[in-house]
């Protein structure tokens, strides 16, 4: 972990935006996929959503698909997610991750680069 740098993260209330940013100051994946995942207290870490290495393709998880939008800008080595209409039950760490090849996986293991997280709370 620590090749990827995270920020963006904070307290909302419920209904409200946030995006979180993933800086590659290495730039050690900028011709990889990158991700999203999610770790909530007491669970596993989750996958949110992935793009391939152009922006091109991108795909989500179905419990966020209709809310959440991921991009990047390879030319500033950076990856976003936008967040809207968030809920109590998104309250976890949001970590960004650079895939092991140009693709993307929806699992932790296909990743090869972390960043420390950032974390979003929700409240009611």
């Known amino acids: 972990q620590g090749q990827l740098q995270e920020s963006g993260g904070g307290l909302v209330q419920a209904g409200g935006s946030l995006r979180l940013s993933c800086a590659n100051p290495?730039?050690?994946?900028?011709?990889?996929?990158m991700g999203w995942f999610r770790q909530a207290p007491g669970k596993e870490r989750e996958f949110v959503a992935a793009?391939?290495?152009?922006?091109?393709?991108?795909y989500y998880a179905d419990s966020m698909k209709d809310r959440i939008t991921i991009s990047r800008d390879r030319t500033k080595n950076m990856l976003y997610l936008q967040m809207n209409s968030l809920k109590p039950e998104d309250t976890a760490v949001y970590y960004c991750?650079?895939?092991?090849?140009?693709?993307?996986?929806?699992?932790?293991?296909?990743?090869?680069?972390w960043g420390q997280g950032t974390q979003v709370t929700v409240s009611s």
């Open positions: 290495r730039r050690t994946s900028s011709n990889n996929g």
């Open positions: 793009i391939n290495w152009n922006g091109g393709s991108t």
């Open positions: 991750a650079a895939a092991r090849g140009a693709g993307y996986g929806t699992t932790a293991s296909q990743y090869a680069y």
